[in-house]
């Protein structure tokens, strides 16, 4: 699967960066993020490591490939290994009003951050916030089909909404939610392809005025794909974001309901968190996030503070501290310091 | 319950991806740009790429950020209209040149930066809402709530020192997004020094 992610993407983005001269005045682009961090973790009471991280390389081919035809896609290079993949790709018809339809590998529209706010550039505070891993398996990006758009309610409000049907999450039985990934048509690590589709989508309403933005997602589906058990997996979020001159406070919510032959599962996570624009360069950020887990062990909280220096719009400098409040089941606090370079281009 | 809470809620998706959305938002596009850009990541200059790639950007955008058709239009007509002007057809080809990336944000640039032009600057990032002439009345003045500052009032430039000025361009004020982050100091200091133009007392014919 992994080569053919590479070969399709790679593909992908030859295409579009090498189209013809005709095709280059339709504005086809390559872009994407890059960032390079130097870590420190605790991994045991004496002991710790250090190491630089290129976290993501990540390339975007975009365009319009024909009238109304719009083309994406992103190829993931992380850690600096042998990990990449295809992130999206996908074609999405523009040709009628206010409502976009998109079929292919899409970033599934679930909240804000699996979505919109992941990319390392525009993610305030480095790492993903607790809740984004085994509640919701951020990021997650599945093949299928998305409906998208907005209604303008008045002058600056606005209904927003996606809906979308995937191949969706699958894997075994009481599995961690963030192993369930990649049920794609190569995918038989869960002893075949699962033929039940998941459905969901986001509601949301953005008050651009008064710089309110609110949502709720669900996602619903088999994920084991077995007629004697048949388990369901289900999310639902909400999230809420606001912004006022240099404020911003926003905050997302997950709860998921996991069937299991010894009993429904029962997860939640999420992460409150304030940044301040000071002079337009200088942004300080405090983030709690958290995941309550079906084994008390497994619960965490995470207190993360920080501060970015925008060189750019798009580039900053990045420093974070994250300080870990374990359960029992931890050996080790696990905190951790990251200075971050990132880069949108 | 579930499956009818997910039911309830796909249907409701449905019945918003069908109704016709005739009520559209008649307000600018350098608002909307502030908005909506500046909801997930710090808005990005005009002037940082060409026509055509804010075309390709705005389709992208539009999909991501969940903008109606009139909005997306409306912000793509005020970024075209500071966007980067194309020196040749080759030149429009793709947007990844690294070197210019670098030179763009490094603290001192790998070459030397021009020295910043507050008239071209003002033109290319206020007079939409300023007017050219700093009265406040530029054309997508009309939409926005509380109106722009009429720069060229001479009781509002003896109330406010260059630091100040230079803080609310940087930083923004009110609806206006800060511009520091995508334009650096010295052009801020460029554009402080243009406003005060704007404010100084016009010469009478004799």
Redesign the interface.
């Known amino acids: 699967m992994r080569v053919i992610s590479i070969v399709a993407g790679c593909a992908l983005v030859l295409a579009l ?1 090498g189209a013809p ?1 005709r095709a ?9 993020y890059a960032d390079f961090e130097a870590r420190y973790a605790k991994t045991g009471p004496d002991n710790s490591e250090v190491f630089f991280d290129n976290y993501h390389f990540n390339l975007i081919a ?3 490939i024909y009238k109304n035809l ?1 083309a ?1 896609g992103e190829v993931e290079y992380e850690h600096g290994g042998e990990e990449i993949m295809l992130e999206y790709a996908f074609l ?1 018809y ?1 040709g009628l ?4 339809i ?1 079929a292919g590998k899409f970033i599934v529209p679930f909240g804000r951050f699996n ?3 992941h990319p390392t ?2 993610n305030k505070v480095p790492d993903r916030p607790l809740g984004m891993d085994n509640v919701f398996p951020q990021t997650y990006s599945d093949v299928g089909l998305w ?17 979308f049907v995937v191949n969706g999450l699958m894997g075994e039985d009481g599995g961690d939610i963030r192993d369930l990934r990649d049920n794609d048509r190569d995918d038989l690590s869960a002893g075949g392809r699962d033929n039940n589709k998941a ?3 986001r ?2 309403v ?1 008050v ?2 008064a ?1 309110f ?1 609110l949502g ?1 997602s ?1 996602y ?1 589906g088999n994920y084991l794909d077995d007629p004697a058990t048949n388990l ?1 997996l ?1 999310l ?1 979020g909400a999230d809420a ?1 606001w ?1 006022h ?2 404020l911003e406070i926003r905050g997302e919510a997950i709860f998921a ?1 996991q069937d299991a032959t010894g009993g429904s599962l029962k997860k939640k996570g999420g992460y409150a968190q304030a940044a301040y ?5 200088f942004e300080p950020v405090v983030r709690l996030s958290l995941k309550d887990m079906p084994g008390e062990d497994d619960d965490r909280r995470r207190f993360s503070f920080g501060c970015s220096y ?6 900053s400098v990045r420093l974070a501290y994250h300080v870990n409040m374990e359960s029992e089941g931890f050996v080790t606090n696990n905190n951790a310091a990251v200075a971050q370079f990132n ?3 | 319950m579930t499956r009818m809470t997910s039911a309830l809620f796909a249907a409701g998706l449905l019945g918003l991806a069908i109704a016709p959305a005739r009520l559209e938002a008649q307000r600018s596009g350098v608002e909307i740009w502030s908005q909506t850009c500046g909801r997930c990541h710090m808005p990005q200059p005009a002037i940082r790429y060409t026509a055509d790639q804010w075309e390709s950007i705005m389709l992208d955008m539009a999909l991501f950020a969940r903008m109606t058709d009139d909005d997306a239009a409306a912000v793509l007509a005020f970024l075209k209209g500071g966007a980067k002007k194309v020196a040749s057809a080759d030149s429009a080809r793709g947007s990844f040149r690294p070197w210019a990336v670098l030179a763009s944000v490094g603290p001192a640039g790998l070459t030397p930066p021009p020295e910043p032009d507050g008239a071209a600057l003002y033109s290319q990032n206020c007079s939409a809402c300023h007017g050219k002439a700093g009265k406040g009345d530029g054309a997508a003045a009309a939409a926005l709530n509380p109106k722009p500052t009429n720069l060229a009032d001479t009781t509002f430039q003896a109330s406010r020192t260059d630091t100040q000025l230079a803080e609310a361009i940087a930083s923004g004020k009110g609806t206006m997004p800060g511009f520091g982050a995508g334009l650096g100091n010295d052009a801020v200091k460029a554009l402080v020094a243009y406003v005060r133009l704007l404010g100084a007392p016009k010469e009478k014919n004799p």
Not at chain 1, 277 to 281: F, K, N
Not at chain 1, 310 to 315: E, G, K, Q, R, V
């Open positions: 960066a001269e280059s005045a339709q504005g086809l682009m390559l872009t994407g975009l365009g319009k719009f994406s999405s523009t009003r206010n409502v976009r998109t979505k919109d706010i550039w525009i409906v998208s758009g907005a209604a303008a309610l008045s002058p600056g409000t606005r209904v927003v909404y996606d809906a459905f969901g989508g509601l949301g953005e651009g005025p710089g933005d709720a669900a619903t369901t289900t639902f974001a912004s001159r240099g309901s624009l000071i002079q337009g360069r925008y060189l750019a719009p798009s580039s880069i949108g281009f």
